[in-house]
Nanobody, 124 residues
């Protein structure tokens, strides 16, 4: 089993940046594909970004492409989401997730483990 804990959320002005971190437990972290998802109140959880086990492949939602960067450091058991040029529409709770599939995965239903979420609020 994998435990995930997100951190780094907060309040930021439009155009600013935040870096989210996801600390993972377990000895097989490097075998998992990882993803970031977000959910605003009253809305469905939506895909943001995913990275393969090696970090060699990434996929981004169209809404964040060119602004967000997902990366991982398997030696530190940590996944990151660098968020630049933030917009008010990015306001949501951001969740880190892990899938047994070692590649990239954008489907919510395919993820096995989820963190508790971290709030990101972008003011105008």
């Amino acid at each position: 089993q994998v435990q995930l804990v997100e951190s780094g959320g907060g309040l930021v002005q439009a155009g600013g940046s935040l870096r989210l971190s996801c600390a993972a437990s377990g000895r097989t972290f490097s075998s998992y594909g990882m993803g970031w998802f977000r959910q605003a109140p009253g809305k469905e959880r939506e895909f943001v970004a995913t990275v393969s086990w090696s970090g060699g492949s990434t996929i981004y939602a169209d809404s964040v492409k060119g602004r967000f960067t997902i990366s991982r450091n398997n030696a530190k058991n940590t996944v990151y989401l660098q968020m630049n040029s933030l917009k008010p529409e990015d306001t949501a709770v951001y969740y880190c997730a892990a899938t047994r599939y070692s590649g990239t995965e954008r489907r919510v239903s395919e993820y096995d483990y989820w963190g508790q979420g971290t709030q990101v609020t972008v003011s105008s």
